[in-house]
């Protein structure tokens, strides 16, 4: 598997400067439980993004059950996009909310407003709003949140893919109620696993880390918590990375001009970004005529160790255990059988990038 190709390569830093950070950790032997490089990694962070009610915590998973929590969505109707990876369901599911789907757009596979208005008609009750920055693009902020405040629900956004991209000169972390980031290894940004919940007042941050580790200082025990913590080597490989990502952003949208220009005549389908929105090209979405398609191209590709990956599929209301909240998306559906992530990170070699739409368009176009 050494030559294989896949879907991307976790960056990892300079091994002399993180055993520089290592050293000091071991050395104070304060490894977990909000400690020195966490807060310095929650400061960096706060500064990269402008988001300063920011804490960090160990997944994207938990950062959403956090701002699910906090946002007083627990056990309640919760609007979400039909097209997203499982986890944003996951979240809502663990949390005992009951989830409403609500299709896409397909232009921009952005939860669309004119289906989260039929699902509000048909549920008074939704409490809450889950849509997702798919690939690091720009969700309708104006009309979701239009939307939210007329209903009197809350919008949180998963912005999983989205660190590093702005909109309308902020980061797409800075919308909505609350946002969340994943910072697991598969992304832009990481800290090998981790993430980070963006709130919007200095109220609102104290609940998610109190709510962050079991919900009391000392013997004061002040709301339900969980154990949420981020560890301090996780930071570490945090504050690591964070001076790399301009460098890493701008190695991705060059790919994204070779694969852009060598598949230029191959009828295939991008989501469509929003004016105002500085990409961080997180991903390199291709939508493919049909399933025969991107089944013929997904095989051609492995023949030669290459592995796209179908992010994403299913599409949640297809999947098994859902089936009594089910209501038909039928875009998100289509777009799930379709939809292939072709290879992209830094390092991933023009060239290499070139061979993979020249294999792509021969299977395409027959
Ligand atoms: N919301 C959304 C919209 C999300 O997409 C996600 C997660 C979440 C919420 C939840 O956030 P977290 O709780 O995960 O922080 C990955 C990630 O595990 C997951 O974080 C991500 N989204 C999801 C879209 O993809 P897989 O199943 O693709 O990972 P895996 O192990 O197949 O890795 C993919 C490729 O990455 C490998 O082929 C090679 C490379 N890789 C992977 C790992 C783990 C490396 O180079 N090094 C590594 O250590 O799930």
């Given at each position: 598997m050494d030559?294989?190709?896949?879907?991307?390569?976790?960056s990892v830093p300079e091994?002399?400067?993180?055993?520089v950070m290592l050293q000091e950790i071991f050395a104070s032997g304060w490894l977990t439980n909000d400690g020195k490089w966490v807060r310095q990694l929650e400061s960096a962070l706060s500064d990269y993004l402008g988001c300063p009610q920011l804490i960090v915590c160990n997944n994207g998973t938990t950062a959403l059950m956090l701002a699910l929590h906090c946002a007083g969505l627990?056990?309640?109707?919760?609007?979400?996009?039909?097209y997203t990876y499982v986890a944003t369901l996951s979240a809502i599911l663990w949390m005992g909310c009951t989830p409403v789907f609500v299709d896409v757009d397909p232009q921009t596979l952005r939860m669309s407003p004119d289906s989260l208005a039929r699902a509000f008609a048909n549920h008074p009750d939704i409490a809450g709003v889950l849509p997702v920055h798919i690939y690091g693009l720009a969700c309708d902020d104006q009309a979701l949140s239009a939307l939210c405040r007329e209903h009197h629900a809350a919008l949180i956004y998963d912005a999983a893919h989205a660190f590093g991209s702005t909109y309308q000169g902020r980061s797409l972390l800075d919308f909505g109620d609350y946002s969340i980031c994943s910072f697991h290894a598969?992304?832009?940004?990481?800290?090998?696993?981790g993430g980070c919940v963006v709130a919007h007042s200095?109220?609102?941050?104290?609940?998610?880390?109190?709510?962050?580790?079991?919900?009391?200082r000392g013997d004061t025990h002040y709301t339900l918590g969980i154990n949420a913590k981020m560890s301090e080597l996780h930071a570490a490989m945090g504050l690591c990375l964070l001076p790399r990502i301009a460098t890493e952003i701008a190695q991705r949208r060059a790919l994204h001009a070779v694969y852009d220009e060598a598949l230029a005549g191959v009828p295939l389908l991008r989501p469509r970004s929003a004016a105002g929105l500085d990409w961080n090209y997180a991903y390199y979405p291709v939508l493919l005529p049909d399933g025969a398609a991107l089944k013929r191209?997904?095989?051609s590709l492995a023949a030669e160790n290459i592995h796209p990956r179908r992010y994403f599929y299913p599409a949640?209301?297809?999947?098994?255990?859902?089936?009594?909240?089910?209501?038909p998306c039928p875009v998100a559906e289509d777009v799930a059988r379709r939809m292939l992530c072709l290879p992209l990170y830094g390092g991933l070699p023009a060239q290499t990038a070139r061979h993979i739409a020249a294999v792509l368009g021969a299977q395409v176009l027959g």
């Open positions: 030559d294989a190709v896949l879907v991307t390569r976790t091994f002399a400067a993180f055993s627990r056990g309640k109707k919760v609007a979400v996009t039909a598969t992304k832009l940004f990481h800290t090998v696993e200095e109220q609102a941050r104290e609940k998610l880390t109190l709510a962050r580790a079991f919900g009391h191209v997904f095989a949640l209301t297809t999947l098994p255990y859902v089936q009594q909240w089910q209501r």
